[in-house]
């Protein structure tokens, strides 16, 4: 059985920072795409970055140059970064790893930012 566990998130005042980390079990990391979303309160899910297989990275514009997503094959692990944080930051944030054909998700993890 395919699990995701989020870990790292909290409280943070902004202008701080916050590193989400996801332990893949039950599967290799290898070979799948790692990403990480959010949902706002009375937000759509968001693609907030995500990572390949060779290291290219991709980001939503509004955490573009604050944000950095990472991968460790050997770890099973995928971590974001978050740095400048601000309160429009603040949702639940999902760990996934995706291959051609599934797509698992973490249980989500909570970023709080005030201002």
């Known amino acids: 059985q395919v699990q995701l566990v989020e870990s790292g998130g909290g409280f943070v005042q902004a202008g701080g920072s916050l590193r989400l980390s996801c332990l893949v079990s039950?599967?290799?990391?290898?070979?799948?795409?790692g990403g990480w979303y959010r949902r706002a309160p009375g937000k759509q899910r968001e693609l907030v970055g995500s990572i390949s297989e060779d290291g290219s990275t991709n980001y939503v514009d509004s955490v573009q140059g604050r944000f950095t997503i990472s991968r460790d094959n050997a770890k099973n692990t995928v971590s974001l970064q978050m740095n400048s944080l601000k309160p429009e930051d603040t949702a639940v944030y999902y760990c996934?790893?995706?291959?051609?054909?599934?797509?698992?998700w973490g249980q989500g993890t909570q970023v709080t930012v005030s201002s």
């Open positions: 039950g599967t290799t990391l290898s070979g799948y795409v």
């Open positions: 996934n790893v995706q291959g051609l054909i599934v797509n698992y």
